[in-house]
């Protein structure tokens, strides 16, 4: 997880690139697979140092969720929050930014398993191996200011910043701010 900072660099990057909206939700995205599949896991596995044990079970099925199996549905449900016409670009870039930070993940070389990709049909586990999953950290602290400003540079005009006005609960109040039309 050391290498979050890398994988939200590279979500600025493509954002930038590509110049498509929905940058929070793509990051977001990118994040997640990290958030709720290996920041739980470690967190029990640092009290298991400290004599409390969970089951292996909880520890498996929180793993999953860094996989596509997991985060598929986490990304849909994340998704239904938002107002309905805005649910299917966040879930999108959602779901982008997840794929982004699986295929940075799969350059990796990670001593036992790879990422079994089709879990639950086969155990078959892949990796390219071609970095060693600490690799990146070192370029982390400047590789980030300069995605943020190539994306800063090369943002889409007029866009919105996030999902901004799209970004309320089905059913709450809604302000668009000043100058809006809605």
């Not at 930038?16 to 920041?39: E, I, M, W």
């Not at 004599?51 to 985060?71: M, Q, S, W």
């Not at 690799?135 to 996030?162: D, F, H, K, Q």
Request: net charge negative; hydrophobic share 50%.
């Amino acid at each position: 997880m050391a290498d979050l900072v890398t994988h939200l660099a590279t979500a600025f990057f493509w954002k930038a690139a590509t110049k498509r909206p929905h940058l929070t939700s793509f990051v977001l995205g990118v994040a997640l697979p990290d958030l709720v599949g290996r920041a739980p896991v470690s967190a029990l596995q640092s009290l298991h140092r400290h004599g409390v044990t969970a089951p292996d079970r909880l520890v498996e099925g929180i793993a999953v969720l860094h996989l596509p199996l997991g985060f598929v549905p986490v990304t849909l449900a994340l998704a239904l929050l938002f107002e309905e016409r805005a649910r299917a670009a966040v879930w999108m870039n959602l779901l982008g930014g997840c794929f982004l930070h699986l295929a940075l993940d799969l350059t990796q070389h990670h001593v036992g398993k790879g990422y079994m990709l089709l879990f639950p049909l086969t155990d078959w586990d892949f990796e390219l191996g071609w970095i060693g999953s600490e690799a990146t950290v070192p370029y982390a602290p400047i590789l980030l200011p300069i995605s943020l400003m190539c994306w800063a540079w090369r943002r889409p005009r007029g866009e919105p910043e996030g999902e901004g006005a799209h970004a309320v609960a089905p059913g709450s109040e809604r302000s668009d701010g000043p100058g809006s039309a809605g």
